[in-house]
């Protein structure tokens, strides 16, 4: 008898995480050095002093990684793999597992429907995974990390603005889609959101706008400020997750962050669940602690860790989308 292998919740527990640490100055420019220091606080606060996973952090050069090692120390191994740039969430593998087998996914990728293709993306997930001694099957269509959540019992939620973007695979209809997440991740049943935030170059990624915090239990934002850009974009995925009959959750948003003028995709919801800590992205707005302490209480027994993304936020994304879990077996 085959046995269902599934990508677990984020929740449970992680043998070892694979962090992308800044590489580049060229990409990074001005945000390279606090960029990489605000990398190093979320590798120690996932590390938690021994009380977290295993910490791998990924450079893509031997100059980063001298860098990388001078921030953590001890609290992470330095991991060498060339990349184009640190959002592993999606281009490294990922991982599904029964409880006793564990395999890894190394998903197609376009540079988010061919806005940023750089060098070594497209195969890091493989060699991740070939350097982690794990049975790795190479999935022949276009599909980031970060663009689906899961809890951990079959149920997915994506964005139709992601998925179903004709620049990521034109050829594939929802439902074929659908069949793809079953067939590759062990997804029984998927919740369609509408868009993602606004000024997120992903095309609207899941990870920014609703996470699960429990089985068919997922936490919305809630806008904050009357200039939230993403206020109607909240209200309409609030509305689809009522119709599903999932448990819904809101927590406030960070309101309007922009960039010279513009929407930069600012969230709370770029969470990372370790082991020991909830670790979320702050930004210095009015709503900080408020979002810290509510993500917190939703997981009893982790420490909630809030801390600053501004630098790593230049780059197009948080914590959790520069992070990649294993799950235990």
């Known amino acids: 008898m085959t046995t269902l292998l599934r990508q677990p919740p984020e929740w449970a527990p992680h043998d070892w995480v694979w962090i992308g640490f800044p590489s580049h100055a060229n990409l990074w420019e001005d945000d390279l050095i606090p ?27 031997d100059e980063a990684a001298r860098a990388a090692e001078a921030l953590v120390g001890a609290a992470a191994a330095i991991e060498v ?7 592993l969430r999606d281009t490294g593998p990922i991982l599904v597992s029964d409880g006793d087998v564990r395999e890894a996914r190394s998903f197609l990728f376009n540079g988010w429907g061919d806005k940023y293709r ?8 493989l060699r991740l995974s070939k350097a982690a001694d794990l049975p790795v099957r190479r999935c022949h269509w276009v599909l980031e990390g970060g663009a689906i959540d899961v809890d951990g019992a079959g149920l ?12 990521r695979n034109p050829s594939l209809e929802r439902h074929e889609i659908e069949a793809r997440l079953r067939g590759d ?47 109607a974009v909240y209200e309409d995925a609030a509305r689809r997750v009522a119709a599903s009959g999932i448990d819904l959750v809101r927590i406030p948003s960070p309101g309007l962050i922009e960039d010279e003028g513009e929407p930069v995709a600012a969230s709370y919801m770029n969470f990372y669940i370790g082991n020991a800590a909830v670790v979320v992205p702050i ?26 993304a501004d630098h790593v936020l230049t780059g197009g994304g948080s914590f959790h989308c520069i992070s990649q879990q294993g799950p235990s077996l």
């Open 156 to 167: 997915a939620v994506t964005t139709e603005q992601c998925l179903l973007n004709p620049n």
């Open 81 to 87: 793999q060339p990349f184009g740039d640190i959002w």
């Open 185 to 231: 991740l062990g997804l029984t049943e998927i919740l369609w959101l509408g868009d993602g935030l606004a000024g997120d170059h992903t095309d609207g990624h899941v990870d920014n706008l609703a996470r699960f915090v429990g089985e068919r239990r997922i936490v919305l934002p809630i806008a904050s400020t009357p200039d939230d850009p993403n206020a």
């Open 118 to 125: 750089l060098d070594g993306d497209d195969d890091v997930g």
């Open 35 to 61: 960029a990489q220091e605000e990398v190093a606080a979320f590798a120690r606060a996932v590390h938690a002093d021994g009380a977290g996973e295993r910490v791998h952090l990924v450079c893509a050069n």
């Open 283 to 308: 930004y210095g707005t009015a709503s900080d602690d408020a979002a810290v302490a509510a993500i917190g209480a939703l997981f009893p027994g982790r420490r909630a860790v809030g801390l600053r």
